[in-house]
Structure formats: C-alpha cells, structure tokens
C-alpha cells in the first residue's frame, strides 16, 4: 500500500492557523504529525510519501505539486493532515472527504474512529464532529485516489491546543491505525 502523506501549510510561507496564546502553529504540528505518520505507517509495511508544499494543485510552481506528485506516485491512499480554528470556543475532530459516499468516507471513517477514541482517551470532553463533506478543497478534489483531510482539533481552542501540542505521537499513531483498519476492510 502506498499512502501519501500531506501536513497541511508550509513553514516559512504560510503558517496556516496560530493559537493566540501560545503562538502554535498549524504548520508545524501538521508537520510533525505527519512524519510520526509516516514512521508508523512505515513500521506497518506500507510505503510512504510525505510532501509538505505551498502548491496544492498548480498555483505556485515554484513548490512541488502535492496533488500532482500523489497521483504521479500511484498513491493508493491520500492523508492530509490540518488543525482547524473558529472562534477559540469552537472544538473537536473532523475528517473531510469529496464525497460521502465513497472509498474515501470509509477511509475517512476509520481514521475519525481512532482518532476521536484516543484523544477521548486522553481528554473526555473531546468533540466528535464527525464527517464532512467538502467539494471545494483541492487536494480532495484533484488527487485520483481516496483522499482525506483531518481536521485533529481546533488550535485556537484552550482545549484542543492542548492535545495539539503535547499528544503528536498519540495523533499520529490513531492515524496510522486508521489508515490500517481501512486497509484490513473494518467497517
Ligand atoms: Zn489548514
């Protein structure tokens, strides 16, 4: 199985969403998070690619294209990694996927399943926002293979920010399991 692995943001160029407390940002958990994910996965047998890129479909050439690159590579699965922010008083775990109906709301399933029961392992009161579905986003939209974007919690949320920052390895191994249910068929 080859999974692609994409942190959401960029260091350096775009920082995505930043807690205004503590100045934690999206980009570096989503980076973080990603390389445990691919260290796991990997230990697990499947084969990896990790892109973290400014250019999700071709707007910035400049950067390697991150669904061009997937579908170059023959993912067989695509995983992109994101923290959300709202209001501060907003939280919990999203996946969102194209369609609803599909390979990728199954993956998705799988992945928001673990993830959800770890960090409520960790913190009970841990939303458990479910599914969505998103035609709007590109690397849901232009990738060829059941693609996924995780939204692992709300960073500007007192709550979330927590997990987000001192529980990146638990994350990152929920995800893994995720992505190994799917591949075992579990519903
Ligand atoms: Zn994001």
């Known amino acids: 199985m080859k999974i692609f ?3 959401g943001h960029m260091p350096g160029v775009d920082s995505g969403a930043v807690n205004p ?3 934690l940002r ?3 958990v989503a980076k973080k998070v990603g390389e445990l994910v691919e260290y796991y ?3 697990a047998g499947c084969s990896t690619m990790l892109l973290q890129s400014n250019n999700l479909c071709g707007e910035e050439p400049k950067d390697f ?3 061009a690159s997937a579908n170059a590579w023959q993912a067989d699965l695509f995983v992109s990694l994101h923290c959300n922010s709202f209001n501060t008083y907003a939280r919990g775990i999203e996946t969102l996927v194209f369609d609803l109906s599909s ?3 199954r993956l998705a399933g799988c992945i928001q399943r673990q993830l959800v029961s770890t960090a409520q392992n960790i913190d009970s009161t841990v939303i458990d926002r479910g599914l969505k579905q998103r035609t709007d986003l590109a690397v849901l939209k232009y990738t ?3 693609a996924v974007l995780v939204e692992m919690g709300f960073i500007d949320n007192d709550f979330d920010v927590v997990l987000l920052e001192n529980n990146q390895d638990d994350i990152a191994r929920a995800i893994a399991r995720g992505v190994t249910d799917y591949m075992r068929g579990d519903k």
């Open 5 to 7: 692995i994409n942190p």
């Open 21 to 23: 407390v503590s100045g």
């Open 26 to 28: 999206e980009c570096d």
């Open 41 to 43: 996965l990997q230990s």
């Open 65 to 67: 294209n991150i669904c």
């Open 103 to 105: 390979k990728a709301a």
């Open 144 to 146: 060829d293979m059941p």
